[in-house]
């Protein structure tokens, strides 16, 4: 019979999603048939999944631990914001609607009954699901509906282990408060907890532990120390992506206010000899970036806005007179176009706005959205790329002439006749070492990661062997039901 454990945090953000890679990990080792779960999810950075759909890219990863293809049973609901009070609803990797969050809540039955069919169907093929929760329980004005944390755990008799974050500090109060504000039921569900993110010596938190232990009757699972490699894993949410300091090759990147798929980026932070320098809203972007790379973004035209609000135009118009480097993937080449048309406004108002004029193109949007994993090549040197496309709107136009991948064996791609401007739809590109190392080349880069895919293998089980030796990973699975 399928087993289950739900990890649930005291507060966003504490690293649940990489506990639960971690553990996905280790108990697959142990030659257990693990699936990770997590029934509701808000990400921009999604994965395209075996079975053409969607899910976040912490569920992705997730899988990848397990040693399976992601499928969109391991995140039927996912949420992608779109604007401040609005997101689109993406269920069993399809669009579902687009909702402000107030008429969210009336559909919120229906998409637990979705989750539920998820979960069950997962656990005909697993010996331990090992669920992740969202946010925190202890939102009780959420209670009502909640499809992500106790509402879930409730459903399929769930037993929760409850992880806090000490690097914020007011660890104790963070668990001993959620306690305190639970309900009974839900109280009861939580048997017990880890700290996560411990700085120093964990012995100095011995006597925490034990104020946390009675003031809340829960088993201590230990006390899990920072784990510096998490950088090298890719990050659910664009507020934990950070830039990596490398060589004097300097890749620049916009932090757009809707970027998505930002895992893009990893590949470039994780070689020694390059520079990621993620640009927050209201700096330069700067003059000795060899490399500005437009990302994409949930929220194009909304974004192409926010770019120019921060007086990045100008800074990128001044960089492509120095002779510098321009790419943009997804959202980031639709930007870099003349035009972006939403004829039936499926992005806000229908209209058309003026993209950024750097590439000889037009975007227009339309509601079909293109969900594929792709294969091919670099048209030029033959270097093999792979990696998924995650869009919506068609772009064409005299640049696209200049297409500098063949994918499926179609052209793909635009380029400037001087080649140094280029964009195109696929994701992941720079996770294909042949076509990473060619390209810094071309910029006068240097790439000495020799094969970023097994770096992510390795940072899986290094993290899995970090969790077994300060968790007690034994106690946590005996509590699995």
Request: aromatic share 6%; net charge negative; proline share 5%.
């Amino acid at each position: 019979m399928t087993k289950a454990i739900m990890i649930q945090g005291a507060g966003s953000n504490v690293g649940k999603s990489m506990i639960v890679a971690g553990l996905c990990r280790l108990y697959t080792r142990q030659g257990l048939r693990v699936r990770p779960f997590k029934p509701q999810n808000m990400s921009n950075n999604a994965a395209v999944t075996a079975d053409g759909g969607e899910i976040g890219r912490a569920q992705a990863l997730q899988a990848r631990a397990c040693g399976v293809a992601p499928i969109t049973d391991m995140n039927p609901v996912l949420l992608k914001p779109e604007t401040d009070v609005g997101a689109q609803v993406i269920v069993h990797g399809q669009r579902f609607a687009t909702l402000r969050a107030r008429d969210y809540a009336a559909v919120k039955p229906t998409l637990l009954e979705k989750a539920v069919e998820s979960f069950e169907r997962l656990s005909g093929e697993a010996d331990l699901i090992v669920i992740e929760g969202a946010g925190s329980p202890a939102e009780i004005n959420l209670r009502k509906g909640d499809i992500a944390n106790m509402g879930f755990a409730e459903a399929v008799s769930a037993p929760v282990a409850l992880i806090g974050d000490i690097d914020r500090g007011g660890v104790i109060a963070q668990l001993v408060g959620t306690h305190a504000i639970l309900p009974p039921e839900d109280r009861d569900r939580i048997e017990a907890f880890a700290i996560n993110k411990f700085r120093g010596d964990v012995s100095l938190f011995d006597d925490g532990l034990t104020e946390i232990v009675n003031r809340t009757g829960w088993t201590s699972l230990g006390v899990i120390p920072w784990f510096a490699d998490a950088w090298r894993l890719p990050a659910e949410d664009v507020m934990d992506i950070a830039g990596s300091k490398g060589g004097t090759f300097k890749v620049a990147v916009p932090k757009l206010s809707r970027m998505a798929n930002f895992d893009d980026l990893d590949p470039l932070s994780s070689e020694p000899d390059v520079t990621v320098e993620i640009v927050p809203p209201g700096r330069p972007l700067p003059a000795d970036a060899a490399l500005v790379l437009i990302p994409g973004s949930k929220s194009t035209i909304g974004d192409l806005e926010f770019f120019r609000a921060q007086g990045w135009d100008t800074d990128l118009y001044a960089h492509v007179r120095r002779g510098g480097h321009v790419m943009g993937l997804c959202g980031g080449y639709q930007m870099l176009g003349r035009i972006i048309s939403d004829p039936e406004g499926i992005e806000g108002n229908a209209g058309s706005v003026h993209g950024l004029g750097l590439l000889d193109v037009m975007t227009q949007m339309h509601p079909q959205k293109r969900l594929a994993e792709v294969t091919g090549k670099a048209t030029a040197s033959g270097a093999l790329v792979s990696g998924y496309e995650i869009h919506i709107g068609e772009t064409g136009g005299p640049d696209c002439s200049r297409g500098w991948l063949t994918i499926d064996g179609r052209a793909e791609g635009a380029a400037s006749p001087d080649g140094k401007i280029k964009g195109c739809y696929i994701h992941g590109l720079f996770s294909s070492d042949a076509f990473r190392q060619e390209y810094l080349s071309q910029l006068g880069g240097n790439s000495t990661l020799p094969d970023y895919e097994q770096s992510v293998e390795t940072t899986l089980d290094t993290l899995a062997d970090h969790l077994d030796a300060h968790l007690d990973t034994e106690a946590l699975l005996q509590l699995a039901r």
